[in-house]
């Protein structure tokens, strides 16, 4: 995941370089960051 100007604002991208999320303020996408970066869950969850 990175942090990457979009305008005047701030884009979190995944690894697959998808747009995540846009954000006003730096602080803001770097606390998006981390939370995800830091709950990630394992991709198969069995939601059935």
């Known amino acids: 995941m ?3 100007r979009y305008g005047r604002f701030w ?3 995944d690894g697959e370089n998808e ?3 846009l954000c006003v ?4 996408a770097k606390e998006v960051l981390s939370r995800l970066t830091s ?3 394992p ?3 069995s939601l059935s």
Not at 25 to 28: H, L, N, V
């Open 2 to 4: 990175r942090i990457m």
């Open 11 to 13: 884009a979190v991208y």
């Open 19 to 21: 747009l995540v999320c």
């Open 25 to 28: 303020y730096k602080k803001g």
């Open 39 to 41: 709950h990630a869950e």
């Open 43 to 45: 991709q198969n969850s």
